[in-house]
């Protein structure tokens, strides 16, 4: 076990944040903020839907479900009951990268919440009724925000359509006829393969020191063996983009036709230096409502659009995407609305951003880091999320002086590498009575699915 | 040791297979053919490019490739050789299901030929130096074939987007980037995983007799062990396609624009009674040069065209695909083309077709089995595939059966369950001179890699 307390540099105030390694492999970074007796603790492992079996999607957040299920020690679904009755609230989410657990709890709770998470880290029970009870969980999850949402269905089929060989082209959720197949067997498999302590970060902020959370888990984390070696992450990488993808998805249940393009990009982690910087800056320029240039241009100078706006998705491990989107005024056709957003791209690939423009979103940007600095939540997600896709607490310090050191020629630059039709998939939503595209029609019934696990 | 010799029906003359299977697992077929003095001779593997582990695209490939490469016996490259010698031709294939190795050879020939590709089925021997030769040869196929060819560059971006799922949409070749890290091991892995008796065909056409084909491989490949016991292929299957897609390539080197779409169906193996043979039948009555509906359409009467047709590839494991495409007639703009494609495929969605129409091309389809049965390696061909693909003896002989029976109603069904645009990749080629699609732009040198191997 070593220990490193590191000097607060950048992110917000009060980020002493302690830095240790146990020797059963289990990383421990710890954030004070003393402005309220409660912690944020969170456990993260390096593994997500894209480390999944092929032919077994879903599977990541399948175990992620059933890791409330119970242990040696806690009755089936009594995990959050626990919690609650401790007056802390526990979640957990998947992403194609990293699974991650967390509570918020009064200071005093965090031994036994630290404890919990341990326990079941090591000592995961699954009945095989709970398993086939929790599956049907999923399939409502997916059937209520994925198949009864034209909008997520369209995402689902451009993400598969710009991914032609990395597996971010499969969904987090899961295929339909995948997930229904998945078994207790399969749940085991994963845990037992990636759930160990040397393939997990503990991640405590609030109102605790880094030495005393070291000891304490030293003394609940601490006792478990690594059970595992995790696999290196070694996904397959895209081929050259080369041809510019569509996909056009007719359903009645949409209210509005939407325009969306998604652009292949590297991430944070896999990017040239400023690079994914100068990514988010651009998406900013080009995207924020009121101010942006496509907001500008397609809503409030042309009025094609009631809405219109850009983003950039850079925390992956593998790749980025920046994304542009449009929902038409009246009946502007789609089409329409499309030439404009070329237009929009081109000139910007052209001429660049003016300083002003800059200068203008590096403030904002600058500003959300001393406001997420002030969420304790978002400070542990900031730590948690760089330590497992490859980044270092350096990475999360240094981010103000990463984005003072962008230039106007790396935006262009980056519009000018990025923003290749060649890279892209354009998808069109369009409401259509003829057509539901849902592979499920059945009803929806609200269920536990609804929250974010 | 089994030894059946099956009633000639239905395929053509003289075709009294015998169906055998040795003690070792290897399946043997053989198929009398008198005319002339020669023998087909063929051992096929079940196992293709879509069995290939994740990230080694073209393996399959390049095995097929270092299989020419020698043994404790044959010095490296002399396979080939002493077919040639011995006055034969030799080749091979891989295909995303099946990889096949052939000689045609004087009859006499046949043991020693037998005895050479028994030699290679176990005792491969690859030299470090050797591998990275033949690598580099497999880069400079893919260069020539498909990185020079913008059709051919297309088509693989389309079937990339047709496959979300499944491997199909994984190049046969490979791509790029994955063939450049390609090993001596992962090629001996591929080797010794699936390359045993136990899963492989032989089949023997030509001037022979069953028993003595099945003795003289009892003799030769007899002597092996089975060496492996080969994963079950269970590839990841398609979720329910939703959303039409298209894919449009630029590129300077293109001739003519083109329109092409391709539809996700079944496969003859997978396909329920009487619909692959509709697909086919439908796909002639389409696509026929001069007599099909899409000829006559957009090239004699509205003259858009200056080609067009359709075709349908039945033969996967898993699925196929049913294509329609044409090239312009001038400056028609392919929108323009793809509308009157459009038209011609509601037309028989709604109507369906003609018992003259289905009449011309059943005849068309049962002469050209009489004719594939006058083609020795047509016939070996045939047997072979079908063995590998989960069909039977039995299926080949009852294709003219099968189709028979297909009725004006099932052509009807077919096109309204699989012409549909959800179902589907559009791909346009526009030439433009500002493009190059081409992942490599180095100068073609025309090598081994340009034979069928």
């Known amino acids: 076990m070593t220990s490193v307390a590191l000097p ?34 969170m456990v993260w492992y390096e593994v997500g839907a894209s480390d ?11 175990l992620e479900h059933l890791m409330f299920k119970g242990t040696n020690k806690i009755a ?7 919690v609650a009755r401790n007056g802390g609230q526990d979640n957990a989410f998947t992403t194609q990268d990293a699974t991650a ?22 000592n995961l029970r699954l009945l095989e009724e709970d398993v ?38 499969i969904p987090v959720i899961g295929w339909q006829h995948e997930m229904e197949k998945l078994s207790r067997e399969d749940a085991l498999s994963f845990y ?33 063996k690594p059970t595992a070696n995790p696999p290196k992450r070694t996904r397959t990488i895209e081929p050259e983009a080369i041809a510019a993808r569509r996909v056009v998805l007719r359903d009645g249940r949409a209210a509005k036709a939407t325009f969306s393009r998604n652009y292949l990009t590297p991430s944070y982690t896999t ?44 925390t992956g491990l593998d790749y980025g995407r920046f994304g542009v989107y449009a929902v038409p005024a009246g009946e502007t056709p789609l089409e329409s609305i499309e030439t404009s ?23 904002a940007s600058i500003a959300d880091i001393v406001y997420d600095a002030d969420n304790q939540t978002n400070l542990a997600r900031t730590y948690g999320w760089a330590l497992v896709t490859g980044r270092t607490i350096e990475d999360v310090k240094s981010r103000e002086a990463r984005l003072m050191a962008v230039t106007l020629d790396d935006i262009k630059q980056a519009a000018r590498s990025y923003l290749d039709i060649r890279r892209s998939v354009t998808g069109y939503l369009l409401p259509d009575p003829k057509h539901v595209a849902a592979a499920t029609k059945k009803a929806t019934v609200p269920s536990a699915g609804d929250t974010i696990r």
Do not use: C
Request: aromatic content about 6%.
């Open 101 to 122: 657990y967390f509570q918020r709890v009064a200071k005093e709770r965090l031994p036994l919440v630290m404890e919990m998470e341990a326990d079941r880290m090591a």
């Open 271 to 314: 990017a040239k230096p400023r690079e994914a910087e100068a990514m988010e800056m651009l998406s900013a320029i080009l995207g924020s409502s009121g101010t942006g240039r496509i907001y500008k241009k397609l809503v409030a100078e042309e009025r094609k659009a009631a809405s219109a706006g850009a983003w950039f998705s850079g």
């Open 52 to 62: 999944e079996p092929r032919g077994t999607s879903g599977i990541a957040h399948f």
């Open 341 to 363: 957003m070329d237009t929009v791209i081109a000139e910007v690939q052209e001429n660049g951003v003016t300083q002003a423009e800059l200068d203008r979103v590096r403030n």
């Open 132 to 169: 086939l009870n929790e599956r049907q969980v999923i399939l409502e999850e997916r059937r209520s925000r994925v198949d009864n949402d034209p909008g997520s269905l369209l995402s689902e089929q451009m993400q598969a359509a710009l991914f032609l060989s990395h597996p971010y082209g």
């Open 192 to 224: 037992k393969t990636y759930y160990t302590p040397n393939n997990a970060v503990l991640v405590v902020a609030g109102d605790v020191e880094g030495d005393a959370v070291v000891k304490l888990a030293e003394s609940t984390f601490g006792k478990l």
């Open 76 to 82: 089936p679904g009594d995990f959050s009951k626990i």
């Open 8 to 41: 607060s540099a950048g992110f917000g105030a009060g980020a002493d944040v302690t830095y240790a390694k146990l020797s059963n492999g289990l990383q421990i970074v710890v954030i004070p903020d003393h402005r309220a007796p409660v912690v944020t603790h």
